[in-house]
């Protein structure tokens, strides 16, 4: 089968992996210009030397046996490594939280800044509409590998059962704060969790493989994102910049980059459900959404949709 799997994040690459290896096409197309989804790095150029940042996923573990092995396998290829600080099963991308996404990307077709509004259906085939054009290649499946959010508008026409539960599983956001110092913040704590305002902050350039200034990532708690999800970056900088300070007891230098990301879609919800089939229709759902709000949880439904298309 030639099959169109839309989002390019850990899940879409994970499915893809496997029906490739199966011996059939998969074409998968992204709204952002390059690899990463939730587990992306901001690059900057700073005036001492190039930073960059994991905003998005900050570590992940691996439990399940199958996804051990993946992880293994990005480390032994240099693309993953533990990371102490956050926990002794704590792995992240290296040189940059991206690298086993921009991997995993490399070895598929994947065209990039194409954001995908509508699914048509010619016949049996399936065909994708961006920006009001329908692309001209025919598909003999579609996999919808983004959040919920995401899914259920275009899941609207064509499965309703699959709608309904992306519309009921409900994604947390999270504003994401990134600053970079060319002193270094006088602490020698690499993370901070659970306050009612900074639910995580890491010291990103205490990750291995890291280079450039001393810079940290620092996420909002996700009831302290909600109520603040419409002020201005500007007024993010400022408030998680004078909470952090007051955490740490001390007075930040200033800083070389101040800068905050909404994610609107940080945290997923879960299901019952490891991924979604319609195997008359040839449409299915995979991404962290069906299982948790995991990196792994990404893969394991990523694999659990194509071993549903196999079977
Ligand atoms: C701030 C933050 C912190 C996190 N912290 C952790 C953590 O510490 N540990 C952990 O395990 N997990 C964490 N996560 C969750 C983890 O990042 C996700 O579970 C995982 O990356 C999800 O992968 P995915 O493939 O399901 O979705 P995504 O990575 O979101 O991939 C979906 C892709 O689809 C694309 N897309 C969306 N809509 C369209 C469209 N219409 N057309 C084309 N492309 C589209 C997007 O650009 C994206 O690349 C965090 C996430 C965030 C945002």
Redesign the pocket.
Known sequence: MKIAI?????????CADHLVAAGHQACL????RG??????TRRADTAVGQVSLD???????ARDPAFQTVVKQWQESGTAALWAA?GPDAWVGVPAMNAP?KALAARHDVAWS????GLVKQGDSWQLA?EEHIIEALFDAVIL???AE??AS?LEPWEHDFQALAEKTVSAP?W?LMLAYANPVNTSRATLRDDIVIG?AARNSDKPGRTGPDSWVI?ASPDWSIEHLEDSPQQIVAALSDRFSELLGITLPDPLIASAHR?R????GKTDHSALYNGDLKIGV????LI????????Q??TALAKMVLA
């Not at 989002?7 to 994970?14: F, T």
């Not at 197309?29 to 952002?32: G, Q």
């Not at 690899?35 to 992306?40: A, I, K, L, Q, V």
């Open positions: 839309v989002g390019s994040g850990l899940s879409g690459l994970a197309f992204d709204k952002a690899p990463g989804g939730r587990m992306s905003h998005g996923a900050q570590y992940f573990t956050a996404i194409m954001r995908i509004d961006s590998a983004i959040p995401q899914a275009l999270c994401t995580w996420q994610w879609y940080a945290r997923s995979c991404g962290d959404w948790g709000p995991r990196v792994e949880c990404a893969w439904s990523g």
